[in-house]
């Protein structure tokens, strides 16, 4: 696939962390990446709250800031939510969707992750898909299987490369240190990548697939070397400037 090879993305998820007090770690970032040759784009992604804050205090460098999820609506009676037009007038220019932890906590469905990725689309944001596996389907051989049933029912209509990106987390992955190996992770990464074929046709070339699940500065480079890897989506190494900038490097 030499040529066609997507610009990777490196993402990062604060989750439910950070508060005013904060904002010197992506301060600290822009400042640590103003000289820094990059081969990826890279994009932070608060809490809400923090949206316009965090961009301030990173004005004038690449980084990009984007939202943990989006209500359907584009406004109304939905105490609590934010929508996809609020994160966009917040400065943010993406949203993850269907996060593991939204699937669980949240109980959404791939229903409710493609009418929320339709909603991003809608406001011009990128939407972040999140798919993945949990421990139990991996031990039974269903990640693949498991996969492409997200894949199918999590992507709207019109989603292109442009407005698209996928982030495959092994749901055993998130927080907890443990990673696949470079061979598993390429194994998936392909398959998805093949899957993609029945949404967008030959854009599915194009189109980045990122992997998120325990990547750190220490494991960065072998993860992201694995086929059809395309950037990563980092929570709990995002939250440190020091540690965040260690995985950017590897696309140095
Ligand atoms: C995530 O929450 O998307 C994630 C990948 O978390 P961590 O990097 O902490 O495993």
Redesign the pocket.
């Known amino acids: 696939m030499a040529g066609t090879q997507p610009r990777p993305l490196v993402a990062g ?1 604060w ?1 439910m962390n950070g508060t005013t007090a904060h904002l010197r770690e992506p301060r600290l970032l822009a400042a640590m990446l103003r000289d820094v040759k990059l081969r990826c784009e890279v994009l932070v992604c608060p809490p809400a709250t923090l949206a316009r804050r965090v961009k301030a205090v990173m004005k004038g460098s690449r980084i990009r800031i984007g939202g943990q999820d989006c209500h359907t609506a584009v406004s109304g009676a939905h105490t609590g939510d934010i929508s996809a037009e609020m994160l966009k007038d917040a400065g943010c220019t993406a949203a993850i969707v269907g ?1 593991s ?1 939204r699937r669980t906590n949240h109980g959404e469905t791939d229903a409710t992750v493609r009418a929320k990725a339709a909603a991003a689309h809608r406001a011009g944001l990128t939407a972040i898909v ?1 798919i993945g596996e949990t421990l139990e389907e991996r031990k039974s051989g269903k990640t693949l299987a498991v996969v492409s049933k997200q894949l199918e029912g999590s992507l709207p209509e019109g989603t292109t490369p442009a407005n698209t990106v996928i ?1 495959y ?1 092994p749901v055993w ?4 240190g443990l990673t696949p190996t470079t061979a598993e992770v390429a194994e998936v990464h392909t398959h998805i990548r093949k899957e993609l074929g029945k949404a967008v046709g030959e854009n599915a070339a194009a189109m980045r697939i990122l992997y ?4 750190k500065p220490s494991n960065a480079q072998e993860l992201m070397s694995a086929d059809n890897v395309n950037g990563a ?5 995002s939250l440190k400037a020091a540690d965040f900038i260690g995985i950017i490097k590897a696309y140095a």
């Open positions: 998820n989750k996060h932890e999140c982030a987390e992955a998130i927080g907890t998120g699940g325990s990547v989506l980092v929570g709990g190494a």
